[in-house]
């Protein structure tokens, strides 16, 4: 009895080109089916192309293929069927926004159950829109904190301004920067630089996300900001060609940098 040969796998390779192209160039049905299901009411929508799930435009999404994924119900079902298909990833030029609720355990503490659940899914709502409105993806809500991503094929050259821009909404439509306080307190931290986008998960359980040293800084950037304040990396501000002088710089010790890390702080 001989030894069986290996078996090959055969299964095709992630495809970093077809990543490349929609992370670098984009497609334009994307563009212009994000333009248009957008304008469409209602939340919960796709966190690829925002094809509302609810509201009147629900009804016209599932005429069109396009409903709630059953593995993933942030994603409609054309989407996943993407995400599944072109399985993997690549490493571009990408910009991160990271932006949560201050003291939520003590707003929590303050509130029932339910009262606090209305709350998290209001944030979800403007923050979603926050980032709809400027051309990027939400990549998830994690508790309180959201994460999301801006890459030039769907965000323009210029998705580092589009992010600063998205915190900058997000904060004015959460109440700060007016004349009371705001109703919740969020703060936000927007980092840019070398990012790897694309598909994990396993079998039709997938999902777009983002990955590297960038993304980390970012996080740690938003838990560092207070109430009301946007901390922009250096990298970023320049790269949005914001006037910084104008600005309070610091030097932050963030936990796992070795050094400094300069940032410029933002106010509503």
């Known amino acids: 009895m001989t030894d069986r040969e290996p078996i090959d796998d055969v299964r095709a390779p992630p495809s970093d080109d077809h ?3 929609y992370l670098e160039v984009g497609e334009p049905h994307l563009r212009i089916g ?4 957008s304008a469409l009411p209602s939340d919960p929508r796709c966190r690829i192309c925002t094809a509302p799930f609810a ?3 629900g009804p016209v999404m599932r005429a069109m293929g396009r409903q709630p994924s059953r593995a993933n ?3 409609c079902t054309a989407c996943e069927n993407e995400l599944v298909k072109h399985h993997g990833g690549a490493e571009v030029a990408g910009t991160m926004l990271f932006a949560d609720i201050r003291g939520s355990t003590a707003l929590a503490e303050g509130r029932s159950p339910r009262e606090f659940k209305d709350l998290l899914e209001r944030f979800y709502r403007v923050a979603s829109r926050a980032v709809i409105d400027h051309n990027g993806a939400v990549d998830k809500f994690v508790g309180d904190e959201l994460v999301a991503m801006f890459y030039p094929g ?3 050259e210029r998705h580092v301004a589009a992010a600063i821009e998205a915190a900058r909404q997000l904060l004015r439509d959460t109440g700060h920067g007016g004349p009371s306080e705001p109703w919740a307190p969020v703060g936000a931290g927007v980092h840019t630089g070398r990012v790897w986008f694309g598909a ?3 079998g039709t359980v997938v999902e777009l996300t983002s990955l590297g040293d960038v993304v980390n ?3 740690r950037l938003a838990s560092a900001a207070a109430a009301g304040e946007i901390l922009v990396s250096i990298e970023a501000a320049a790269a949005a060609e914001l006037d910084i002088g104008g600005f309070e710089r610091r030097s932050l010790a963030l936990k796992g940098k070795e050094q400094m890390f300069d940032v410029i702080a933002l106010p509503a």
């Open 200 to 202: 994990v998960g396993e």
């Open 34 to 37: 994000r333009k248009v299901f």
């Open 19 to 21: 990543w490349r192209q």
């Open 217 to 219: 800084t970012t996080a």
């Open 73 to 75: 119900p942030h994603l």
């Open 154 to 156: 769907l965000s323009g």
């Open 55 to 57: 509201g009147l435009g």
